[in-house]
Structures are given as structure tokens and as C-alpha cells.
């Protein structure tokens, strides 16, 4: 009888009422930008919520007293960042000064992440050359073997060059027939994957998640002044606040799994390169982290990670086995 009794105190514990569980859900799939926009939302409706972005300053201001700060090097391909300490752990990478990418113009945004990587100055020349041939709306004004001709290079190592810029976003841009995709005016990275001592690492800056607490000034406000706020509007105004810093707290721990799982899975890729994909689905991830697909597609949506080839979503890595050769 005491053991059911326990048993039941655990179930109600951890029970959470439906429009909790729908909101968590929600919070999961957002991307960081949507993830601002939401949590300003849910401020302006509830009071208590205090909201800090990047290290407390608003203005976008960095915080130099960190005492987590250090140098970290990219061994492999002398990329530095300034960092705490790496994946499951608060860091602050520095990163959130300059991963605001202004997209306002296809073939800017296509140099931008062109000039990230590090390549031989003939490969540059291709690659360069190749996005000045797509026009405004992703469409390659040339074929590959007028390409190939007028660079005096293989054919074969022009459609490498082309194959490359087509995994920059937006995805598949530079194809003959490309359909455009609606971008945003920016991309927040939501991870860095950064190779330290020959072992790739997963960097999560704290500095770029919204910071949930209680509002400690308004409640003194409330217990100076005379109000008329009855004491169950304020119990669930601090239970709202307390829920969305665990769901924003929930949507981290389940990026950086994935992401790990994702760095694990795909070492030939952070090693050598996009030509170096693995073929991976969903199942895979899924079962490596003995979750449901379903769960594992929540936490990839639009997220993305910044390494030394490049800005990726998520997604980009999933390659399904049966179109691998293709």
C-alpha cells in the first residue's frame, strides 16, 4: 500500500497540465530569434518576468568581467574564440558580437560565409567566381562545363566548388532549378562546434540565451504600496515565470544533445569538409540518444551551429541513406 501511495505522490510530481506541455513543445521548436520575440511577449503580459539578454545588457553590450573568459584555439584550423568551457557547461564565447549576419543581398551573404573557410586560393577563385553567376533569385546563370572552360579546371572540381556553395544557406541555392526560400534578416547560431586538443567540442554561449527570473522589484512594489492585486494572480504570474525559464532551460539541453550526437556522428565532416557528409537520418539520432524521432526533430528545428566550414542548420546534416550515392 505505501509503495502505491509513493508511486502515486512520483506520478503527481511530475505531471504537467496540457497547456504547460503544449508551451514546452512550442519553446523547443523555436528558433532564437522566435525564442526573443516569445519571451518579450510573455513579459509584457505578466509582470514578474524579468528578462536579461547577453550578459544583462540590452543594448548588446559585452560583458568583459566574465571571470569564465579565456582563449580557446581551433587547433585544427586557427579559428579563436573567447570562451568558458564546452558542451553541458555555461560558457560565454564572445561569438554574439559578430554572429549578426545582415543578409539584405543573396550574393553578400554567399561571400560572407565563402570568406570563413579556409581553402587554396584557386579553389577561392572558382567558388567566387561561380556565386557571382547566381542571380538575385538563387538561379546559376552558366553551366558547369562553360564554368569549368573559362576557369581552366576540371569539370570535376568545379562541381565540387558548386556542390560546396549549394550547402551554404540558403540551402540548394546556385541548383538549375531553385526554388527560393523566404530568409531572415540574420542568423543567431545557436552552438559553436570547435576542435580543441584533435576532439570537437559543443560551445553553448549563455550570453545568447534570454535569461528568465522573478521580477524582485515589482514584488516590493507590491508589498510597499496598497494594490488590489489578489494573491492568486500573483502565485501564477511567479509559476509562469518559473515555467518558461525551465522550458527555455529544456529547449538548451535538448539543442546541445542533438548536437553533440550530430558532432559525433559526422567527424568526417567537421574534419574535412561538406564534401565529407555521412549519410544519417533521424533514427539514427533518436536512437543514439534513446529518444523518439518525433522528440529529436523538435530539438533540431531551426537551430543552427557555427564551425570553421561555415553556419549549418541542423538539418543540413541529415543525409538519408537511400540517396547517398546520388
Given at each position: 500500500m505505501q509503495c502505491y501511495m509513493n508511486s502515486k505522490m512520483e506520478l503527481m510530481e511530475n505531471y504537467i497540465p496540457a497547456?504547460?506541455?503544449?508551451?514546452?513543445?512550442?519553446?523547443?521548436?523555436?528558433?532564437?530569434?522566435?525564442?526573443?520575440?516569445?519571451?518579450?511577449?510573455?513579459?509584457?503580459?505578466n509582470p514578474l518576468i524579468n528578462i536579461e539578454f547577453r550578459n544583462g545588457k540590452a543594448d548588446g553590450e559585452k560583458n568583459s568581467e566574465n571571470p569564465l573568459r579565456r582563449?580557446?584555439?581551433?587547433?585544427?584550423?586557427?579559428?579563436?574564440?573567447?570562451?568558458?568551457?564546452?558542451?553541458?557547461?555555461?560558457?560565454d564565447t564572445g561569438f554574439s558580437q559578430y554572429i549578426f549576419i545582415e543578409r539584405n543581398n543573396l550574393k553578400d551573404y554567399l561571400l560572407f560565409q565563402?570568406?570563413?573557410?579556409?581553402m587554396s586560393r584557386l579553389d577561392y577563385k572558382v567558388a567566387r567566381h561561380i556565386?557571382?553567376?547566381i542571380d538575385d533569385d538563387g538561379?546559376?546563370?552558366?553551366?558547369?562545363?562553360?564554368?569549368?572552360?573559362?576557369?581552366?579546371?576540371?569539370?570535376?572540381?568545379?562541381?565540387?566548388?558548386?556542390?560546396?556553395?549549394?550547402?551554404?544557406?540558403?540551402?540548394?541555392?546556385?541548383?538549375?532549378?531553385?526554388?527560393?526560400e523566404q530568409v531572415p534578416c540574420c542568423i543567431i547560431p545557436d552552438v559553436i562546434v570547435a576542435c580543441v586538443s584533435d576532439e570537437y567540442k559543443v560551445l553553448h554561449d549563455e550570453s545568447l540565451q534570454p535569461q528568465i527570473s522573478i521580477n524582485i522589484h515589482f514584488l516590493k512594489e507590491i508589498e510597499t504600496t496598497i494594490c488590489n492585486l489578489p494573491e492568486e494572480?500573483?502565485?501564477?504570474?511567479?509559476?509562469?515565470?518559473?515555467?518558461?525559464?525551465?522550458?527555455?532551460e529544456e529547449r538548451k539541453r535538448?539543442?546541445?544533445?542533438?548536437?553533440?550526437?550530430?558532432?559525433d556522428l559526422q567527424q568526417d565532416f567537421f574534419k574535412n569538409g561538406p564534401e565529407h557528409?555521412?549519410?544519417?537520418?533521424?533514427?539514427?539520432?533518436?536512437?543514439r540518444l534513446s529518444i523518439a524521432e518525433i522528440e529529436a526533430s523538435r530539438a533540431m528545428r531551426n537551430k543552427f551551429m557555427y564551425c570553421s566550414w561555415g553556419i549549418f542548420e541542423f538539418k543540413y546534416f541529415l543525409r538519408d541513406i537511400k540517396y547517398a550515392d546520388n
Open positions: 497547456p504547460r506541455k503544449r508551451q514546452l513543445i512550442r519553446i523547443v521548436q523555436m528558433s532564437l530569434h522566435e525564442l526573443y520575440d516569445y519571451v518579450t511577449e510573455m513579459s509584457a503580459e582563449k580557446l584555439v581551433d587547433e585544427k584550423n586557427n579559428v579563436y574564440y573567447n570562451t568558458g568551457d564546452v558542451y553541458g557547461q555555461s560558457v565563402l570568406d570563413m573557410l579556409d556565386i557571382e553567376l538561379y546559376l546563370n552558366e553551366n558547369i562545363s562553360e564554368i569549368s572552360s573559362s576557369l581552366n579546371v576540371s569539370r570535376r572540381k568545379a562541381e565540387n566548388i558548386l556542390a560546396l556553395i549549394q550547402s551554404f544557406e540558403p540551402y540548394c541555392v546556385g541548383g538549375r532549378v531553385f526554388i527560393p494572480y500573483i502565485i501564477d504570474k511567479i509559476e509562469q515565470a518559473s515555467w518558461l525559464a525551465k522550458c527555455i535538448g539543442l546541445l544533445k542533438v548536437c553533440k550526437t550530430i558532432v557528409l555521412a549519410p544519417l537520418a533521424l533514427e539514427d539520432i533518436s536512437r
